[in-house]
């Protein structure tokens, strides 16, 4: 399947949306403890894509979505979770790049589930953009034995590489959800779903009252909620425009780029030669994809 310009200007600005809310994210994280912030950040998206769908949005939707959406609810809230666990143990140049094999996995899932081949270049350029992820996470001057314990010194890559699974699966389960209902249907379907689960789980360990530390940081909380809804809202449009992996390795390539900018003048993250090297790996591998 060839990709239109309107599939990749929709997959880089719901790339955009991602990668911003990647760092807002891991600002959060520090202020609010994963579980509740997972529950504030659902449920601030809840509400906008309420409003979406008053405003007018398709509120199309059949009976068969009641097994893609609660399979994909159930894997983006276990995501979610660990992704914010992540990002408070793990800087964040070290964890995102991880997110690269979701193409990978992605494109196989697709593959096997969906029947989406994509084409020769397509699937070198998805190849180089893991090579990239590794070259950006290792900082180019690690041997390759070593390199594999690398991966596995931090407990926030573990938990990074758990999330690009469910992540790649997510995303094959979202396309397949999106035959039986609209994006914004979709969208507020999950939201409501893991903020009712999330508001239960905190209810039953007692610990609600930890919301309230959301007043200390109301404006990065607005624009997290902002970004993640423009990022989710696109993503969905440009599933069904462009092949799952594509979308995935694209998203990916563009949002490791902005972690590495993001961590470095945010979170004061260094940037090495092997790491600049990496993003323009991933910047070839965009271009075998849209060759």
């Not at 609010?32 to 894509?49: R, V």
């Not at 930890?210 to 970004?227: K, N, Q």
């Amino acid at each position: 399947m060839a990709l239109t310009a309107t599939a990749l200007a929709v997959i880089v600005a719901s790339s955009l949306g991602w990668g911003g809310f990647d760092a807002l994210r891991k600002t959060l994280a520090s202020r609010i403890p994963a579980l509740s912030l997972t529950a504030l950040l659902t449920a601030g998206q809840l509400a906008l894509f309420l409003a979406w769908l008053l405003a007018g949005a398709d509120h199309r939707v059949t009976l068969g979505y009641a097994l893609p959406g609660s399979v994909a609810i159930a894997i983006n809230l276990t995501a979610s979770v660990l992704f914010i666990k992540a990002v408070q143990i793990s800087p964040l140049s070290l964890t995102i790049p991880l997110l690269a094999f979701t193409p990978v996995f992605s494109t196989l899932f697709s593959a096997a589930l969906l029947g989406e081949w994509p084409r020769p270049l397509q699937w070198a350029g998805i190849g180089l953009a893991v090579l990239g992820a590794l070259v950006l996470n290792l900082g180019g001057s690690v041997p390759v034995r070593e390199s594999l314990h690398a991966l596995v010194r931090e407990r926030g890559c573990l938990y990074m590489l758990c999330v690009a699974l469910l992540w790649s699966v997510g995303a094959v389960v979202d396309k397949a959800a999106l035959s039986y209902a609209s994006p914004a249907v979709h969208a507020t379907a999950q939201c409501a779903g893991i903020t009712t689960l999330l508001l239960l789980m905190l209810a039953r360990l007692g610990r609600l009252g930890e919301l309230g530390a959301l007043r200390s940081v109301p404006w990065a909380y607005l624009a997290a909620i902002t970004a993640a809804s423009l990022g989710l809202a696109l993503q969905l449009y440009a599933l069904r425009l462009a092949l799952v992996g594509v979308v995935e390795t694209i998203k990916r390539a563009i949002g490791m780029t902005l972690s590495l900018v993001n961590g470095r003048f945010f979170f004061h993250e260094p940037v090495t030669h092997g790491k600049l090297a990496g993003v323009a790996l991933l910047a070839a591998a965009v271009a075998l994809i849209l060759a």
